[in-house]
Structures are given as C-alpha cells and as structure tokens.
DNA sequence: TGGTAATCGAGACGGTACGTCCCGTCTTAAG
DNA sequence: CTTAAGACGGGACGTACCGTCTCGATTACCA
C-alpha cells in the first residue's frame, strides 16, 4: 500500500468530471505559465468548469496544488529494494530528477513553499503532503538497510531525509534543473558516510569502511 | 569588503531618499505580508514614492526584491576564523538562523525561488546574489580548513555549499523556523564526515579538535 | 367578488404550503431590500423551499411578484357607494396611499414595470394585472356617477384613470412617499374638472354636488 | 440659458475621451437591452474603458445613467413661446414623445425611478436632474400663459406638472409607448379646464386663446 | 396496501456580473 | 527633467445569483 494514497474519501465530490478536469488543467497551467500565473480563472476556463465549483472544493489555490502536486507523485516513487542503501538512493534520486524535471511538480513545490512562508494552513498541509511522505520513502530505505545489517539504524532518519531532499532541492530550483551523474554519486557518499553507521559487529562491513563507533555523537 | 557588496554603481540614482525608503519598505511589507502579497502599489504609497520611480530603478518586482535581499544580509555573515572547520560552521549556521528567522529574508528568498522557476532573468539574478556568495563564503570556510591542513582540500566546494544551503533551507522553509541546537550538531558532523576527508598526514589537525579521524574513508 | 381574484386554478399546486411561503417570504424581502435585491435564492432561502419549485411554478422573477403584488392589494380596494364621485374618489385615494406606502407593493411595482419595458411578456401580464384593473375600477366610479346623474358618461374612462393613476404614482414614486391632503384635494379637484362634464339639464346634480370653488370639502 | 445646463464642472475629469465613450456605450446598451441588462462590465467593454475608470467616476450605475439621462434630454426641450398655453403645452408633449420613444430615456428612466425605492441618493439625484427640471419647465410654460394673461397664475405649479409627468409616464411605460394625437389633446384639454383658470376680467385673454367650450374636442 | 411516479428540500453545476486590487504604462503639475 | 500623484486599459480576485441539473426522502395516487 503506498504511503501517500487513501486521501480521495474526503467529501462527497459530486462531479467526479469536473473535478478530474480541474486538476489536469491545473497541472497544465502550471506547467506552461509557472505555479503563480496560473489563474483560477483561466484554469476554470480551461476545465470548462465554473470557478465557484472550484472554491467550493478548495479553500485556497495552495490546497488546488496540494491535490495537483499529490497526483503529479506516481505511486512507484516507493523503490524495490534494489538490495544495497546505495541502489535504493540512486533509485530514488532519478525517479526524484523525473519528477522535477518532466513534471510542472518542482514549480508547483515552488510555489506552494513560498505561499507556505505566509499562510499556516498550507504550511501545515505541504508538510503532511510532502515532508512527510518524503521522510516516509527515504526512512523506509534506511530501515531496509539496517535490516539488511549494512547499517545500524539511524537514531534521526528524517534529518537523512532532510538533508536529501535539501540538496536535491536546491540543486533542481537554483541550479541547472538535472541532477548530474557527479551530484547523485557524492550525494549517495556523502550520505553513506555523513548519516549512516556500520553495524557494530560486521567484520565484512568493518572492512569495507573501517568507520568507528565512538564519539559521532 | 563584504563578498556581497559593491553593486550599487549601476545608474545615477537621482533621489538617494527615494531609493532608500523603497528597500525600505519593500523588506517592511516583505515582512508583514509575505512576498507574494507586497504589491508595488503598496510599497510605493508606504515609500511615498511614486510608481514610475519604482519601476524606473527596477525592472520588475524580482529585481527589486533581490537588492532587498542583497541589503538584509550582513556584512558579517562573513566570519572570522574560529580556528576549526567545525566552529566555522557553527558559527555561519547561526548566523543563517539569525538571518532567516529574524528578519524577512527566508520569506523574500522563498519568493524569489518560486518566481524563478518561471522567469529566466530573475533565476540568473538570484543565481549571481545568493547561491554564488554563498558557495563563495563556504568554499572560503573549506579552504580555510585546507590551509590549516585540518582537512584535505575539497575537490566540489560548490557540492558542500549546496548541501548545507539545502539543508537549512528545507528546515527553515519546511519546518519549525528554527535550527535547534541538534540539527546544527547534525549537519555539521554529516558534512565532516561526508564530504571532507582527513590530510594524509594530519598531526597538527588532529589536535585542534578533540575529534577522532582515523579512518574516515 | 374581488375584481383581481379567481386566478388562482392554474395547476396542481401539490404544496399549497410551499407555494403560499414563496408568496410572504418574496413580499417581505422586496419590503426589506426592494425589488432588484430580492433575489430568487434568497427568497427560497427565507422560504425553507428548493429553488426548483420557485421555478416549476413561475417562469421568472416578474411572474412571481406579479403574484405577489396581486395578493397585496385588498378587495376591498373597490370602494362603496359614498354618494359622491368626490367621495369615492377620495376613498379610492386614501386606500392607493396605503398600498403604496404601508406595503412594498409601491416598491415592487415600480420593478416590474422597469422590468416590463425590456421583456414583452411580462408588460402584458402587468397591464392584464394592474393597468386593466385599475381602469375598472376607476371606470366603475365614474359609471356609478353617471348613473346618479352627477356627471355623463365618460367617452374615454381610460384617460381618466391613467390620469389619476400616473399622478397618484407620479407623487408616490418620486416624491415625499405619502399623498397629502392637499394633493389629494387638487387631483380629485382637477379629475372633477378637468374630465368629467356636468350633466347637460343638470338642476337636481348641480345639488347633489354643491361644489365650487370656495369651501369644497 | 438652460434648466439643464453647468453640470460638467465637477471634477478634473482626466480622459474626456473615456467619459464621453461610456456615455456613448450605456446609452447604447440600455437601448438595446434595457437598464436592467446594461452591465457596467459590458459597458467598459463596450467603450473600450477599464471597469475601475466607470467606478472611479460614478459611485454607482444609477449615477452613472442619470448624467446619460441627462445628456439625452435635449437643450430645445424648453420650447420657445408658441403664443398660447396649449400651444406649449401641445409642443412640449411632442417632444417628450420623441425623448420617450426614439431614445432610450424612457428605458432609462424606468429603471432609475425603480433603483430610486431603494436607495436614497440615486432617489435624490433622480429628483434633481428629472423632477425639478420637469417642473421648472412645466412652470415656465404657465408663467407665460399667465404673463400674457390667458390664464392666472398657478398657485402650485408643481402639481401641474406632476399631473402632465404623471400622465405622460404611465402613458409610455404601461401603453402603447407612443401618445396618439387624442390623447395629447384629452391632457392639455383636461390640464387647461383642471388646473388653470381664467383670468377675473379675461376679456383680452379670451381673444387671445379663441378657445372655449364648446368645440373642445 | 404496496408500487410508482411526481414533488419536495437541498444544493452542485456552468455561467455572468459584481466591485476591488493590482499590474505596468502614461499624463499632469510642482519643484 | 525628475518627482509624487494618480488616471489609464486590462486581468484576476473571491462572492452572489442566475436558471438548469441531479440527488434522496417524502408524499399521494393508483393498482
């Protein structure tokens, strides 16, 4: 079962029509004109919609987005275990690129940060729709990892998270919009080395990275 | 000389007060609004300053807001050598906190991201005031790390910049408006250990910190 | 028998109850917010009915407060035999006063004739229910005068009655909202004069009136 | 000098322009659809003027309408002396004919005296620029009679008027929106015998009119 | 006496218009 | 010639109603 599904059953949306063709105009706009000049009105327009019908589903363009941003993530974000920590960030870190890169979803998070930094309710609605499953996926991946006894478990996994999804970030809004083939791999290493910890007794891992216990806090 | 400064020759400003009271009240209403929802006309009424004169000095509302971003961060977020590449840190973090949480620049940076998603001229901008001097004040930290041979000299500054600018801003834009204490702790020991490595022969290094090394890759 | 009654075997009003609460809640709101601001939804609102039964019943906002104004004027607008064309007059004028000032049919007439210089069918049904009306009454008055001799026989009641109606509405609709005595005195002075002819040998009607100038009333 | 007139100085209207071409417009429309259906949305439109320049010079559509009222009455409404009483009055009905029914004042006006239940300034301003106008002219028309000696002065001359307008009103906005030639001559017939008298020694008068009972009609 | 159709309240739907805010440009008058 | 002030054409806001359209739930009539 995915991590960000079983939200559809929130009220008794009546038109299922108009409200699919709502958020397939919202992700379009969005995608040609940028999160903020994609105008309630003119995404009404384009989903042969009223605007009343969409304030009467959302409160606020934020909680549009929300919704567009949530089923711009396909469920098979949540990677197969590819078998090593390493495989299963390097998994994620593309199908994250794909995300940003191919979809209007990197603007729309944009925008809804921004609108974020004003407003409580989006803030608090982002979080639940986007840190959340995002600490969800790459907690998941560590624990898969320490169950596999490649690492022990991590005391913070949603600072590793955190600390992705940052650089990612960062990397896709400000910098050339792709993640290089060199970013993905020292962001893996700098994670293997910055977060985890090898398991006490593993005389092959011990080998292989020779970290010591005491004193990383 | 602040790494940020000298920018200003760029025309002959007539009204210096002018010009004054429109960052002024920009970062003003930047602060009590949000970016999104301080319009021009506000700014200039609150500035007592006409529209034209607003729009004479500054091509759009990004532009205008990048020289109030450009004034928000001090000189000082330069620091002085604390004599280890951890205090260093330490000491830009809180810094960035301070700057971030107490004054409305995350707010304006936060805008100004979104809107260059969508704008090109806008995104080299924000490119050339924030992330250049910011990976240029960490590269500076890296390097001074490297001339005290506490570590070896970086081979992608710009890869640890982004990875603590990543970090913090996802805090601060995504989380509590804060960065406690064992976040910093955190940060600062994942970028330690995952993207600095040991001199090869590091006597004196090991010394300035009580910190452990041996081994780390 | 009321000359405005016996209308009412249009259909199978199923809910008399409903069809009599869009009647009062519809008077009251053209009483509290006029005409124009009485709005369809309001009055289903006020009315605990669904807006399809306004719609199942009347074709639009006019037919209904054609309605509305035919159970606001009282049966008894038709005024007994004073003895005296003066005095029926009078008594015609003191209960138009109070239609139009004490109730919002004054208000609600004004709209549907506003209404009825753009669409043709509800003129139609404002002249079948208030034009045609009047001029029967104010016939019957004139008649009754005839008949005792006071006056012959109009060749065109119909000019008189716009007469007095187009004063009476004149003065209530653009002026001080209430007919004083003296311009009741002078329009019933006026009509007498202005309209009606004397009896060719009219020794006994000459009685019968008395008036002149000096003293009437 | 007109009864009409020195109305346009009452503020420093930037764009004569853009005035006169939502005059132009909301004339036209309400002439096409009727006051009711003439929206100041379709009227900016229309005269190719943004919404907030209509709400920057008129508080109100009422307002709005009553100076395109005001403008459509012509300057020669105020006939000059035809030499008799009926004369003027026969001359002044002629042209409110032509304003009620080839012009869209009569729509216009409906719908202002409609608004005018309402609201107390469009009531105010209503009385000002249609019925005090009215009157004043009416009058006039009876001072000269008087002047001349046809008739004694009216000692209210208002009512006179509101007898005519009244009349005239009910005629166009309820009938046939046209005055036949009979009933023009039914109301200056009954406005002469109804509310004017003959001069005390009106030996001169009578030549001067030729006028009498009998052959009236 | 149970079936069935019309009517009921409620209110969602695609729309039009409202009156307001702001955009970026243009005009005016004072200095 | 630059200001502050603010009008201009325009686009979008979020709201109120329009008249039509589904919904179940009564309700009243026929079987």
Excluded at 86 to 96: S, W
Aim: aromatic share 6%.
């Amino acid at each position: 079962m995915s991590v960000l599904s079983g939200v559809s059953s929130e009220k008794p949306r009546r038109s299922a029509h108009s409200h699919a063709a709502v958020l397939r105009a919202a992700a379009d706009l969005a995608g040609r004109l940028g999160y903020a000049n994609a105008s309630i009105e003119q995404i009404a327009a384009e989903a042969g919609v009223g605007k009343q019908t969409i304030y009467r589903w959302w409160p606020n363009k934020a909680a549009l987005f929300i919704e567009v941003y949530r089923g711009l993530v396909p469920a098979d974000i949540v990677t197969d275990d590819t078998g090593s920590l390493a495989g299963d960030l390097e998994a994620l870190l593309a199908r994250l690129s794909h995300l940003y890169c191919d979809t209007p979803a990197g603007n729309i998070l944009a925008g809804l940060i921004a609108e974020a930094q004003t407003a409580a309710e989006p803030a608090d609605q982002l979080r639940r729709t986007y840190v959340a499953p995002r600490r969800a996926i790459i907690g998941s991946i560590f624990e898969r990892a320490a169950a596999r006894r490649e690492i022990e478990a991590l005391d913070d996994p949603g600072f590793a998270s955190d600390l992705i999804s940052g650089a990612v970030w960062f990397r896709l809004l400000l910098g050339r919009r792709q993640l290089d083939r060199r970013f993905k791999k020292r962001l893996v290493d700098a994670v293997l080395q910055g977060v985890a910890r090898k398991p006490a007794r593993a005389a092959s891992a011990l080998q292989s990275r020779g970290r010591d216990r005491k004193g990383a806090r």
